[in-house]
T-cell receptor, first 113, second 118 residues
Framework: AQSVTQLGSHVSVSEGALVLLRCNYSSSVPPYLFWYVQYPNQGLQLLLKYTTGATLVKGINGFEAEFKKSETSFHLTKPSAHMSDAAEYFCAVSDSGYSTLTFGKGTMLLVSP | GAVVSQHPSRVICKSGTSVKIECRSLDFQATTMFWYRQFPKQSLMLMATSNEGSKATYEQGVEKDKFLINHASLTLSTLTVTSAHPEDSSFYIC??????????????FGPGTRLTVL
C-alpha cells in the first residue's frame, strides 16, 4: 500500500519569500510522484510530475520539486511567492503508470503582502 | 488540450431525491475515468474507477447501489447519487485518463460539482 504525508496543513509566507511544501511518501516500488494545485471550488491542476530520470522536476508557474529516494521525499519549492500562488496543494503517488493515485491531505498555502 | 468538464457545477436537492453528475472529456477519449469525493478541507478520496464499456470498480466502503456510475462512451461518465441524504453533501470531482496522451498516469481533472442535500 502507498501513502503520502504532507507536513503542515497550512503554510504562510510573505510575497517574495521562498515557498517550501513538504511531501513524504511510502511505496514498495519505485514511485510516480505528482503535485497538484487546487483553487477554491475548482478541480485539480497538475503542477509537475516525477516518473523516471532527472530527480529535479520543473513545473508550471515557477514551481519545482526534487525526488529524494533516500529521504522518500518530494518537496515542492518556489523561489519567490506570488499572491496568486495562494491555493491548496496536493502531493500524490502511484506505483505505476496506470494505477490509481493516492493523495496526501493537502497543504493550504497562504501568501501575505 | 486535455479539458474535462463537469455538469452541473452546483446542485441543491431535497433528501431522498437522486442527482446525476456528468463528466466529459472534451478533446480526448478517456479510456478510464475516476470519481473522487472531497470533504471540506480534506483530501480527495477515490470512490470508483470506471472503464468505458465495463462495470466500475468501487473502492472499499463505497456503496455501489448508492453511487451509480456509468461510462457509456469514451467521452462521458456519469455519477448518480441515489436517494441522496444530507451526509452525501460533498464536492465531487471526476478525472479522466487517456492512455495515448496521459502516459505516466496523468489524470486530467474536472472542475468539480458541489452537491448540497437539504
Amino acid at each position: 500500500a502507498q501513502s503520502v504525508t504532507q507536513l503542515g496543513s497550512h503554510v504562510s509566507v510573505s510575497e517574495g519569500a521562498l515557498v517550501l511544501l513538504r511531501c513524504n511518501y511510502s511505496s514498495s516500488v519505485p514511485p510516480y510522484l505528482f503535485w497538484y494545485v487546487q483553487y477554491p471550488n475548482q478541480g485539480l491542476q497538475l503542477l509537475l510530475k516525477y516518473t523516471t530520470g532527472a530527480t529535479l522536476v520543473k513545473g508550471i508557474n515557477g514551481f519545482e520539486a526534487e525526488f529524494k529516494k533516500s529521504e522518500t521525499s518530494f518537496h515542492l519549492t518556489k523561489p519567490s511567492a506570488h499572491m496568486s500562488d495562494a491555493a491548496e496543494y496536493f502531493c500524490a503517488v502511484s506505483d505505476s503508470g496506470y494505477s490509481t493515485l493516492t493523495f496526501g491531505k493537502g497543504t493550504m498555502l497562504l501568501v501575505s503582502p | 488540450g486535455a479539458v474535462v468538464s463537469q455538469h452541473p457545477s452546483r446542485v441543491i436537492c431535497k433528501s431522498g431525491t437522486s442527482v446525476k453528475i456528468e463528466c466529459r472529456s472534451l478533446d480526448f477519449q478517456a479510456t478510464t475515468m475516476f470519481w473522487y469525493r472531497q470533504f471540506p478541507k480534506q483530501s480527495l478520496m477515490l470512490m470508483a474507477t470506471s472503464n468505458e464499456g465495463s462495470k466500475a470498480t468501487y473502492e472499499q466502503g463505497v456503496e455501489k447501489d448508492k453511487f451509480l456510475i456509468n461510462h457509456a462512451s469514451l467521452t462521458l461518465s456519469t455519477l448518480t447519487v441515489t436517494s441522496a441524504h444530507p451526509e452525501d453533501s460533498s464536492f465531487y470531482i471526476c478525472s479522466a485518463r487517456d492512455l495515448k496522451r496521459g502516459e505516466y498516469n496523468e489524470q486530467f481533472f474536472g472542475p468539480g460539482t458541489r452537491l448540497t442535500v437539504l
